[in-house]
């Protein structure tokens, strides 16, 4: 059964930045694509990034210029490196794998609190 472990979530002030990592327990090659989604308390869960093995690279516009998603290969690791970040970014973020469209396989999730 592939597992997808998330790390990196906590409190941050505002204007601060943090780096959430996936680890897979398999080769991330094995899914076309992979991404992160987030949700807010009283919200659906929304895209925030998500990568393709063809180098296909997509953002919400909310974080566009301020979080960069990327992969490891070598290490079955994906990362949302996070700057700048705000209130509105609090949420649980979870980690997907599977086609560009839709993901089947997920992480529990990270807690991202934004606070002063």
């Known amino acids: 059964q592939v597992q997808l472990v998330e790390s990196g979530g906590g409190l941050v002030q505002p204007g601060g930045s943090l780096r959430l990592s996936c680890v897979v327990s398999v080769s991330i090659y094995r899914f076309s694509s992979m991404g992160w989604y987030r949700q807010a308390p009283g919200k659906q869960r929304e895209l925030v990034a998500r990568?393709?093995?063809?180098?296909?690279?997509e953002y919400a516009d909310s974080v566009k210029d301020r979080f960069t998603i990327s992969r490891d290969s070598a290490k079955n690791t994906m990362y949302l490196q996070m700057n700048s970040l705000n209130s509105e970014d609090t949420a649980v973020y979870y980690c997907?794998?599977?086609?560009?469209?839709?993901?089947?396989?997920w992480g529990q999730g990270t807690q991202v609190t934004v606070s002063s």
């Open positions: 990568i393709s093995n063809g180098g296909s690279i």
């Open positions: 997907g794998a599977g086609s560009w469209d839709e993901f089947g396989s």
